[in-house]
T-cell receptor
């Protein structure tokens, strides 16, 4: 049972452009987490935003959280070909993942 | 050591075989997890161990049997699997159970059942 739903499902951009992915979830949360997965291998934890935070930055990543709308967004600025991966939001407890956004960054 | 190590990376097994997947971490994490991921789908939780005790079993068939011999090691024993069990099996750990920590994932075991 998915807790998070992401859109778009797929996103293709040119290197240097920004990429924005959105996540909606269903229940109350303590935090929301974003993960990256390259080529069907292990997931890498990118960032965790707590329910009392509205925005958080980590390098080229910016995450926002709107608990009233039960939604979050992940912005990757100045994208690189190496950012090509699937991105998942996840809600804690059992860490249930959304469907994911497949990002393709073309050189 | 900030890694979760999974072995083997690839496994092909017949439907009558018995095999085991292994997961190891030396970060002192006290919660460990098994996930199953089919192609183009998100990971799905199978089992959670907290302080070496099984705390969550997401209605997984008994042909999958988890084991946590100590705080650093997690095994998944496989027996009489079906072809539809072919998937990427991911192990993860977190400092403790509960909702407050990010998870560290291993690279996974790509399982093919023939």
């Amino acid at each position: 049972s998915q807790q998070g739903e992401e859109d778009p499902q797929a996103l293709s951009i040119q290197e240097g452009e920004n990429a924005t992915m959105n996540c909606s979830y269903k229940t109350s949360i303590n935090n929301l987490q974003w993960y990256r997965q390259n080529s069907g291998r292990g997931l890498v934890h990118l960032i965790l935003i707590r329910s009392n935070e509205r925005e958080k930055h980590s390098g080229r990543l910016r995450v926002t959280l709107d608990t009233s709308k039960k939604s979050s967004s992940l912005l990757i600025t100045a994208s690189r070909a190496a950012d090509t991966a699937s991105y998942f939001c996840a809600t804690p407890g059992k860490l249930i993942f959304g469907q994911g956004t497949e990002l393709s960054v073309k050189p | 050591d900030t890694e979760v190590t999974q072995t083997p990376k690839h496994l092909v097994m017949g439907m009558t075989n018995k095999k085991s997947l292994k997961c190891e971490q030396h970060m002192g994490h006290r919660a460990m997890y098994w996930y199953k991921q089919k192609a183009k789908k998100p990971p799905e939780l199978m089992f959670v161990y907290s302080y070496e005790k099984l705390s969550i079993n997401e209605s997984v068939p008994s042909r999958f049997s988890p084991e946590c011999p100590n705080s650093s090691l997690l095994n998944l024993h496989l027996h009489a699997l079906q072809p539809e069990d072919s998937a990427l099996y991911l192990c993860a750990s977190s400092p403790r159970g509960g909702p407050f920590y990010g998870y560290t994932f291993g690279s996974g075991t790509r399982l093919t059942v023939v």
